[in-house]
């Protein structure tokens, strides 16, 4: 299988913008395990400006663009530097892939990755991609790596996403505010009253919530791209995902 995992900022660092090594640990070892038996792997991974700011010791996240970006550039080098290390415990070669929106709408930029991403699995390595933060602005930027999966996904033909997040999946209503929400297991189409359930916003270092992830459902739906919505606090659920059992929310392919 052809498989696209996003991972979302607050899994892969604790609250103090520093790295979560555990968890990053483990991500990088089932991710591996998986490789090795015969799934080519893309990861698109956030965090970068997360561990820009850690790294920079920056008491919060910015909103400036110059200091967004220039603890993004410091940030992915971290982030990479991570991925290389984990990865090559398990003898894995990893490469990394910055886009912008650009690099998809433009066909042959879109020609030039495709090849670019059919090479690298080709030689067994593990693609990983990003925005390129430090040179997109608004016009340009695909805006948040929840659509970034999804728009990877559909343009190389992957047979499934899986978006890794802080909480299971989606439920009918924000759990951080309902303590009664119910988790949706099976969505076969993007309603507007699914549209309603994920209407807030995500945590502070995230930035998507789920009304991200429901735009990224739609885009991978579309394209035939079945995703998953899981929770990434144990990456050993990619697993239970990879067995055919029933984790968090699934979003069935259109076609
Ligand atoms: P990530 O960094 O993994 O992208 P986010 O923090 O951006 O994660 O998004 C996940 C958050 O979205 C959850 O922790 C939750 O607080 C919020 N949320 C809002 N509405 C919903 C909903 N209907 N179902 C699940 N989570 C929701």
Do not use: W
Not at 32 to 47: P, R, T, W, Y
Not at 60 to 84: H, N, R, S, W
Not at 125 to 140: A, G, Q, R
């Amino acid at each position: 299988m052809r498989i696209v995992v996003k991972v979302g900022t607050s899994t892969l660092t604790h609250n103090t913008g520093r790295i979560n090594i555990r968890r990053v640990e483990s991500l990088c070892r089932v991710l591996s395990d998986l490789k090795n038996a015969g799934n080519e792997v893309i990861l698109v991974s956030s965090g970068a400006i997360g561990m820009g700011v850690g790294k920079l010791m920056l008491s919060k996240k910015p909103d400036d663009i110059p200091t967004k970006q220039a603890a993004a550039a410091v940030g992915q080098c971290e982030l990479m530097y991570v991925y290389d290390e984990e990865f090559s415990k398990y003898n894995h070669n990893v490469a990394q892939i910055l886009i912008t929106g650009n690099d998809v709408e433009n066909p042959q930029n879109l020609l030039n990755f495709q090849n670019t991403v059919n090479r690298l699995l080709e030689f067994g390595v593990l693609p990983v991609i990003n925005e390129n933060d430090t040179v997109s602005t608004d016009e340009i930027a695909i805006g948040d790596n929840d659509a970034l999966g999804a728009i990877v996904a559909s343009h190389i033909g992957a047979d499934r996403l899986i978006i890794l997040s802080d909480i299971d999946g989606l439920y009918n209503k924000d759990p951080s505010v309902y303590p009664d929400a119910v988790l949706i297991e099976e969505v076969s189409e993007i309603t507007p009253e699914i549209t309603l359930m994920g209407g807030g916003k995500g945590s502070s270092l995230g930035t998507g919530g789920m009304r991200t992830k429901l735009h990224a459902a739609q885009i991978a739906m579309d394209a035939g791209v079945e995703m998953i919505i899981a929770n990434g606090r144990n990456p050993e659920i990619l697993y239970d995902i990879s067995d055919g059992k029933k984790v968090g929310t699934r979003f069935a392919a259109a076609r």
